[in-house]
């Protein structure tokens, strides 16, 4: 696809139910951001991949929380024993290792999954 | 830490006005780069504009120009000839000057345009 998709669109859960979200960055891109947006409230980082590796998972609010990339393209976000708090639009974001207009790389994001945890 | 502060959460403008929204920052870094970005209710996060620290030139892209006071650290949007498509979200950010860094927001500013 021509940009950065997010399923589902809309996931509701229960509370201590597991979740997963996937991220399908723009192709080619190696570098994936996941961002977490409660409401009201800008995004905020939660883990950066460069290829399959975390190259930074400081933003990661407990260890419910994991993703992973395993062939450099594709990225899931996995919550375990959701909470109420963990609802949230949560925003993917990929760039390419090359820079585009005045030597940056961009961050172009996708749609965002909103999680809704009863 | 690096912190991006918006003081309005809420802004409002009369069509084919202008505005500026405000954001201050903070940071020990003499090297970075400032954003706005805009939220519409698509929810998908849109670059208006990007500003690099080491430059003294206010950044422009068609109707919006930022005033980039780097001493002040501060780092407002002007958006000029206001149009009912620019109602959204509008975010402040900042990252590091590098080839791939996380994005800091601020909490944003709701802008609303009056017909």
């Known amino acids: 696809g021509a940009g950065v998709s997010q399923t589902p669109s809309n996931k509701v859960t229960e509370k201590g139910k597991y979740v997963e979200l996937r991220c399908d960055p723009i192709?080619?891109?190696?570098?994936l951001y996941w961002y977490r947006q409660s409401l009201g409230q800008g995004p905020e980082f939660l883990i950066y991949?460069?290829?399959?590796?975390?190259?930074?998972d400081s933003g990661l609010p407990n260890d419910r929380f994991f993703a992973v990339r395993p062939e450099g393209s594709v990225s899931t976000l996995k919550i375990q024993r959701t909470e109420r708090g963990d609802s949230a639009v949560y925003l993917c974001?990929?760039?390419?290792?090359?820079?585009?207009?005045?030597?940056?790389?961009?961050?172009?994001f996708g749609p965002g999954t909103r999680l809704t945890v009863l | 830490a690096q912190t991006v502060t918006q003081s309005q959460p809420e802004m409002s403008v009369q069509e084919a006005e202008t505005v500026t929204l405000s954001c201050t920052y903070d940071?020990?870094?003499?090297?970075?780069?400032l954003f706005w970005y805009k939220q519409p209710p698509s929810r998908q996060m849109i670059l208006v504009i990007r500003?690099?620290?080491?430059?003294?030139q206010n950044a422009t892209e068609n109707r919006f120009s930022v005033n980039f006071q780097k001493a002040a650290k501060s780092f407002s949007l002007k958006i000029s000839d206001s149009q009912l498509g620019d109602a959204a979200m509008y975010f402040c950010?900042?990252?590091?000057?590098?080839?791939?860094?996380?994005?800091?927001f601020g909490s944003g500013t709701r802008l609303s345009i009056r017909p």
């Open positions: 974001a990929s760039s390419s290792k090359y820079p585009t207009s005045g030597g940056y790389n961009e961050q172009f």
């Open positions: 192709s080619g891109h190696t570098a």
């Open positions: 991949f460069q290829g399959t590796g975390a190259a930074d």
């Open positions: 940071t020990s870094e003499s090297d970075y780069y």
């Open positions: 500003q690099e620290a080491y430059k003294q």
């Open positions: 950010a900042y990252s590091l000057y590098s080839s791939a860094s996380k994005i800091i």
